[in-house]
């Protein structure tokens, strides 16, 4: 059935058709409304589903955490600052490797208060052990929640599904809803042998020492690992039941591109477009979508980009005293290929601003007239 | 010990607890009472140690081992998902020490004693932070030694009041216990079993290492803190209706405090101010136990 959505409540819409059983959630603009949804959708019954409504996002980790470490399907969304919050209950959730599944809406950290898009705030998590899925529209919102559940449960990681403030979470645009039975079939009741259970009692999270807890480091990462190929293989299956299909990294017209930009998210969508006008003009240019950051697809950056002469990086997020993320990890990827392109950081957009056609034109355009990428990153449409 | 004391035995040995440790003795006897059908919820706190390294335990009931400052939210996040698996006969146990309870993880603890989650929340008090090495926590006495609070600058101020913080939430059962009375100990925890709500427990448990006790002094001293009124032992049922459940013996506090090497450095004066302190929170005890309940007061 086709609606026309809000991002946010196009996930709270593949929270109810997962079927979560336990939801804690902390008002924070601009994740707020989809909380909200789901607290109707609890009190009408719609979803069967116990809603904790915590005094603070580090609460609602906690208490998903422990919900998941009991055995049923648990939720939380937060933003920026409640994301924050939440940090050391990350590396709790992904240690104890649990399939939680947390929607984050990128917005820009405090000070200055600001509630617009930027995606500093779950980059900043990248070591937490979690998966990272950033997200281009308001359909890939809704589908990737689902695929995030499969995923989780497979490897036994928490999964974040990220997606900008404003313009997706509060942009509506048409979101085809699957049927609950056809989701039931494709993501059915999963089942754990290490769960809290008096009939089975087991201690989870104990101490451990040095003897040890390198091997359980060693695990989590084989598990990242074995994420890489089961998201294409769960978007292949995706595709199967439901026609539309996701990848970890999406290559738009790569193949004869010699200078290829890449980017992630909602800025995608003007990408796609200034492209397209650009190869009408018989340039020969390419487009990179990295919708999974953790686990970061090398193979797939590095198969892609290689044997280009540049590759075009825009980040809207930074971390300070380095640069934009993406691209930083864009290079790390690169760094022993032979063939590999020269790397272009761009840094657009932070706290909300626009990241126009035009300005990506702009940087594209920059970028394709300077020999040399300059080894810190370029801050585009700054006051001057 | 009479008859009806539990014989079962939930915690085994080969835990790594020091002698005479009053939170191994009070895990005891609230296992003891609470039977195996129960989820344990462990903060950072000595319990992380006590219960052994991965992969040994000794409870033989489901523990979860979580961050400092999430014991109570943890908490509700296993009742939830208890509720949701049809399991709400499975006690959920939240066993914190007391910088767990009344300092880092006081606001988990309220929000989910607002809601009213259906948990038992026992806090086994040493007054101080012991697993990081004998820091002050706001449970920490007035003018004793810590690590943090040396007796040239010994902790100011009286301990923070918890019984009543939770009473203001109108929890629907709170108590303190002490692990010199496991009888008491245990009847308060199994009627808090019985109860629906949240249900918190404040149990005295001397730490020998932390006091600066021998070990087998650590039953002899709990018992005069509640018989010099210093910690004296009661329910209060639905933060209202107050009952003192054992007699103090009047014993001066003084003979509380020269038994412990924590509070050596005490001179008369500072024994005479705390004496006056216990005195006039014992008669504020007094007069809560006379006031009738809100229910009493209804026509
Ligand atoms: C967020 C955080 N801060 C600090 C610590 C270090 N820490 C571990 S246990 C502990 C003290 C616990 O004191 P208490 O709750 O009184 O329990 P006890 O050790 O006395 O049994 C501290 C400070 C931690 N684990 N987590
Ligand atoms: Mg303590």
Redesign the pocket.
């Known amino acids: 059935m086709k609606k026309v959505l809000m991002g946010n409540h196009a996930a709270s819409q593949a929270v109810k058709l997962a079927r979560v059983k336990m939801i804690a959630a902390y008002p924070i603009t601009p994740q707020t409304q989809i909380v909200e949804e789901l607290s109707e959708m609890c009190g009408s019954g719609a979803l069967d589903a116990k809603f904790l409504k915590v005094e603070s996002e580090h609460s609602a980790m906690a208490s998903c955490i422990a919900a998941s470490a009991t055995g049923v399907r648990a939720f939380t969304a937060t933003s920026a600052n409640g994301l924050a919050l939440m940090h ?1 209950l990350l590396h709790w959730a992904a240690g104890a490797r649990l399939p939680l599944v947390m929607v984050n809406v990128n917005r820009a950290m405090a000070p200055g208060w600001n509630i617009w898009c930027d995606q500093s705030d779950s980059l900043s998590q990248r070591d937490t052990g979690w998966l990272q899925f950033y997200v281009e529209d308001n359909q890939e919102v809704l589908d990737t929640v689902l695929m995030a559940y499969a995923i989780a449960e497979k490897v036994l990681l928490p999964v974040m599904v990220c997606y900008d403030a404003f313009f997706l979470s509060h942009t509506y645009e048409p979101v085809d809803i699957p049927a609950q039975q056809e989701v039931d079939k494709w993501l059915p009741e999963h089942k754990r042998d290490f769960i809290l259970d008096t009939n089975n009692p087991k201690s989870l999270n104990a101490l451990v020492m040095p003897d040890l807890y390198m091997e359980m480091r060693y695990k989590l990462e084989q598990a990242h690992q074995a994420a890489i190929p089961l998201v294409n293989e769960t978007g292949a299956s995706f595709y199967k039941a439901f026609g539309r299909r996701y990848h970890a990294v999406e290559a738009i017209h790569c193949e004869d591109a010699e200078v290829v930009l890449v980017t992630s998210s909602s800025t995608t969508s003007p990408a796609r477009l200034v492209i397209e006008e650009m190869r009408n003009r018989g340039i020969k240019i390419g487009l990179v979508k990295i919708r999974m950051f953790r686990p970061f697809p090398v193979e797939d950056v590095c198969r892609i980009l290689c044997g280009k002469k540049k590759a075009v990086v825009i980040d809207r997020n930074f971390s300070f005293g380095k640069g934009g993320i993406f691209a930083d990890e864009i290079r790390g990827a690169l760094c022993n290929e032979t063939h590999r392109p020269l790397v272009y950081g761009y840094i657009a957009g932070l706290g909300g601003r626009d990241i126009t056609p035009e300005l990506v034109r702009e940087i594209v355009e920059e970028a394709c007239q300077t020999k040399h990428p300059p080894s810190l990153a370029l801050w585009k449409g700054l006051i001057k | 010990m009479r008859n009806d004391y539990p014989h079962d035995e939930l915690l085994q040995s080969g835990h790594l607890a020091c002698q005479g440790c009053g ?1 191994t003795m009070t895990m005891r006897h609230c296992l003891k009472a609470l039977g195996p059908d129960t989820i344990c919820i462990i ?6 140690i006590i219960s052994g390294n991965f992969p040994y335990s000794a409870l033989t009931v489901p523990v979860l081992h979580t ?3 999430t014991t109570a939210a943890a908490a509700s996040g296993v009742r939830a998902a208890l509720d949701m698996q049809g399991k709400p006969n499975t006690t959920v146990l939240g066993f ?6 009344f300092d ?1 993880g006081l606001q988990s603890l309220s929000g989910a004693a607002e809601r009213n989650e259906d948990i038992i929340y026992i806090c ?1 008090d ?1 007054e ?5 090495g004998i ?1 002050r ?1 706001s ?1 920490t006495p007035e003018l004793a030694w810590t690590t943090t609070t040396p007796e040239t600058r010994p902790k100011l101020g009286p301990k923070k009041n918890m019984i009543q913080i939770l009473a203001a939430h109108k929890a629907p059962y709170c108590a303190t216990a002490n692990v010199a009375w496991p009888e008491d100990l245990i009847r308060k925890v199994k009627r808090a079993a019985g109860i629906r709500g949240t249900k918190f427990i404040h149990v005295l448990s001397p ?1 020998p290492p932390g006091w600066k006790i021998s070990s087998e002094m650590s039953i002899e001293i709990a018992r005069l803190a509640t018989h010099s009124k210093v910690f004296p032992i009661y329910e209060v049922i639905n933060g209202e209706e107050y009952h003192i459940n054992i007699a103090p013996k009047n014993v001066p506090v003084k003979d509380y405090l020269r038994a412990q090497g924590r509070f050596r450095h005490l001179s008369n004066e500072d024994i005479q101010h705390i004496q006056t302190r216990i005195d006039y929170e014992w008669k504020i005890l007094l007069q809560r136990e006379m006031t009738e309940s809100f229910q009493k007061n209804m026509p």
Not at chain 2, 43 to 48: E, F, L, M, Q, V
Not at chain 2, 96 to 101: F, L, P
Not at chain 2, 128 to 132: E, I
């Open positions: 050391e | 939170g903060p950072a706190c000595c319990w992380t961050a400092f400052e914190a020490g007391d910088g767990g309870t880092i086994y040493n101080a932070y012991m697993n990081t820091q926590s449970a730490c």
